[in-house]
């Protein structure tokens, strides 16, 4: 069945820090993609990234990079020098070619930054 | 370019009433799908339309249903709402491909039911 576990329901993190966070996905389709969206206070999903599943490049946006490994079905998330703005909830979420298009989300992560 | 754009934003209704929220993609954008934001379940599929035909449906009872309209537009209605119907309606459109293309989504319609 499709899943999509984001074990890190809440991360506390001081300004300038590095954090990551984590994504594990479960599909049985071959080809499919991954999602990273931002949920600000104001609750509008933002899009961050879209990965498909035979593309296991890295990549990097500024502060922020992701790394894709099918071999261990994670699509982590690293924001470098954190800043308070970062503060948010994050989404993975994944695509099957036979889903019909809908999204499956993890339960988010809330990621705070103080200053 | 204009972003998706749901109207109302906010919205209070008391039990066993019905409601339509609205939304309107980004211009060109022809698939248009709604989901349910509740702190309990998370984010949620509802159902997804292109072309003005229900191309998918998520596990929700029959109470929720959506149309789309020929300019994309679409509505979805919750009829005989509950208690547990509160939440945040989010819409989102994308280009074409469902599956592939990301999804932007809009601000969101928050639902209390009384």
């Known amino acids: 069945a499709q899943k999509v576990t984001q074990a890190q329901t809440e991360i506390s993190v001081v300004e300038k820090e590095d954090v990551t966070l984590d994504c594990v996905y479960e599909?049985?389709?071959?080809?499919?993609?991954l999602f990273w969206y931002k949920q600000p206070p104001s609750g509008e999903l933002v899009f961050l990234i879209r990965r498909n599943s035979f593309d296991e490049q890295n990549e990097i946006s500024g502060r922020y990079s992701w790394n894709f490994q099918k071999s261990t079905s994670s699509f982590n998330f690293t924001i470098t020098a954190s800043q308070v703005v970062d503060s948010a909830v994050y989404f993975c979420a994944l695509s099957e070619s036979g889903g019909g298009g809908k999204l499956i989300f993890g339960q988010g992560t809330e990621l705070s930054v103080k200053p | 370019k204009a972003g998706v754009t749901q109207t109302p934003r906010y919205l209070i209704k008391t039990r066993g009433q019905q409601v339509t929220l609205s939304c309107s993609p980004i211009?060109?954008?022809?698939?248009v799908s709604w989901y349910q934001q509740t702190p309990g379940q998370g984010l949620q599929f509802l159902f997804e339309?292109?072309?003005?035909?229900?191309?998918n449906k998520g596990n929700f009872p029959g109470r929720f249903s959506g149309r789309q309209f020929s300019n994309s537009r679409s509505e979805m209605n919750v009829s005989t709402l509950e208690l547990g119907d509160s939440a945040l309606y989010l819409c989102a459109s994308s280009l074409r491909d469902r599956v592939r293309d990301e999804q932007y989504f809009g601000p969101g319609t928050r639902l209390t039911v009384t």
């Open positions: 211009s060109g954008h022809r698939s």
């Open positions: 339309y292109f072309s003005e035909t229900q191309r």
């Open positions: 599909t049985r389709d071959t080809t499919y993609y």
